[in-house]
């Protein structure tokens, strides 16, 4: 469901949202690592709030969907997005039908457990490895490592995001609208939060967390 007085527009693959509220005009246009984000600026408890709502059903969409919460549904900012995510409040990856998504630390470490291990090419394996050298990397800066095309190196880096061993760690303000990420190995990442302390089935567990705002086929999808 989307909100009133909203609309959601598609151009060769990216997704724009706007939705207006009184006075207040909010923007969303997905790009490949991050959002251009003309929204209005809000406080902190709004922002925890936010933070609220992932921890209770344990993920978000980046991309506007048709029955799953998502960034432009429920009202987020970048500045939200990149808060949490600096925090280490949400873990960022492509798991969902290798569609972006944000889920909550729990879900994550749920997810780890009750997703099947995805071997790894060559290649990904020399990008893993090049990235346990840095604490963060910029996507564009790491390309310039490997002697592959952008749209081989691309492919690789999604399956990492795809299947847990990348996430985002930071955000990069380009300029007063664009952001990106920097990235960070899942290990690095699993050292900055609170280890899972976790007895039973993961993917029930997770189903647990999750049924409220996501229905079973979607569900199954996640964790395939």
Partial sequence: MFLKNSFVLEFSGLWVFFFF?????????QAEDGIRDFCLS???????????HIEKNGFLMLNAHKTLPSVSSLGYSMQDLVSLIEN???????????????LSVTAYQLLKRAKPAAP???AA??????????????KADLKLLF??????????FDYLLEHLYLTACA????????YSYLYCTARKFDRC?????????????????????MDKKNFELLCK
């Fill in 171 to 178: 955000g990069k303000k380009l300029n007063s609208n664009w």
């Fill in 88 to 102: 280490r409040k949400v873990f960022y990856c492509k798991a969902l039908g290798k569609k972006p998504v944000y």
């Fill in 193 to 213: 939060v609170e280890g899972l302390h976790f007895h039973g089935n993961p993917k029930e567990a997770l189903w647990n967390l999750v049924k409220g705002a």
């Fill in 21 to 29: 509220q009184g006075v207040g005009f909010f923007f969303f246009f």
């Fill in 125 to 138: 394996k020399e990008i893993l490895k090049a990235m346990e050298k840095r604490e963060a990397v910029d």
């Fill in 42 to 52: 809000r406080g902190l408890g709004d922002v925890y709030k936010r933070q609220e």
């Fill in 120 to 122: 790894l090419s060559e």
């Fill in 147 to 156: 002697p592959m095309d952008a749209k081989a190196f691309q492919k690789e």
